[in-house]
């Protein structure tokens, strides 16, 4: 079972950023799509961005967030700019399973808290 760790949230000031990383005890080149995703206060996850093995990009939360990876550092990230308070959550991420309701997800790691505020 994949493992995922994630790191580099904090609190940020409206209109800061931020760079998410994300390891994996699995070579994420041999995953076919991974995700960001967040728990927003009082709601339930939600996907920020997935990036599958061919490059294809879908972001849910479009024009601030992008999302890479560094596959010789075994790495996935998530730059966030022109943060805003509603991007106040706990981020994480995971393996991008498209048929799979993210209620059905198994593995999360701990995730990395994101709060901004000023």
């Known amino acids: 079972q994949d493992q995922f760790v994630e790191s580099g949230g904090g609190l940020v000031q409206p209109g800061g950023s931020l760079r998410l990383s994300c390891t994996t005890s699995?070579?994420?080149?041999?995953?076919?799509?991974m995700g960001w995703f967040r728990q927003r206060p009082g709601r339930q996850r939600e996907v920020v961005a997935t990036?599958?093995?061919?490059?294809r990009i879908n972001y849910e939360v479009p024009g601030r967030f992008t999302i890479s990876r560094d596959l010789a550092k075994n790495t996935l990230y998530l730059q966030m700019d022109s943060l805003k308070p509603e991007d106040t959550a706990v981020y994480y991420c995971h393996e991008f399973l498209p048929l799979t309701p993210l209620g059905d997800y198994i593995g999360w790691g701990q995730g990395t808290q994101v709060t901004v505020s000023s």
């Open positions: 990036l599958n093995d061919s490059g």
């Open positions: 699995t070579d994420i080149s041999r995953i076919y799509a």
